[in-house]
């Protein structure tokens, strides 16, 4: 991690230090960090909004710009899309600097006018995520390795609703006590997908709590090839011999992905 990025994560820590204003959730030296953040705008009227702030920081950053997703009970889906947009705007105009706790202070003072403008985009579910601009084009795909699920059916509605409002398709894949999800689409929707699995509480521990996922790994990750099949939906589906898992890669065009990856979970 550069110097420069270590230096804005101390300063941020030190800023958002009041309980649950401040989290890392991830720290990789080849997929860069992943923080949450909590704080409050003013919206209409001078009611507060409370808004979290989920900011990946990639290797490369602050060359590039930062991921960034929007998280708030009071806000519609398509509200929370044009929260993001604006950020990332902004965030164009602060490329090669620390920019975080500028952008937190940008929608926090411009909050209010940016949801004085007419809605874009479809729905008026409350937003808990948003889906991404583009800044890779094309469709990817990722292949997930889950080590268990106790709380079934909860778990598996998540993972479905999930990728219906990310836009993702693909499947839900059990056989035995394999689990995997292999997910097609965006790659930032395939990025803020990881980023729901790794820091919802989707699961329960041993003793029934809930808690969050922990031991998911990615197998696997590309964009999808000439031969790779396009996935129109996304499905559940459960698998009673590995030659019927095996023959759906393949019908997929991910033969190779099943002997390099999935072959391995199975010795």
Known sequence: MAE?????????????????????LSRSETDGTVFRIHTKAEGFMDADIPLELVFHLPVNYPSCLPGISINSEQLTRAQCVTVKEKLLEQAESLLLEPMVHELVLWIQQNLRHILSQPETGSGSEKCTFSTSTTMDDGLWITLLHLDHMRAKTKYVKTVEKWASDLRLTGRLMFMGKIILILLQGDRNNLKEYLILQKTSKVDVDSSGKKCKEKMISVLFETKVQTEHKRFLAFEVKEYSALDELQKEFETAGLKKLFSEFVLALVK
């Open 4 to 24: 420069s990025v270590q230096e804005e994560l101390s300063v941020l820590a030190a800023i958002f230090c009041r309980p649950h204003e401040w989290e890392v």
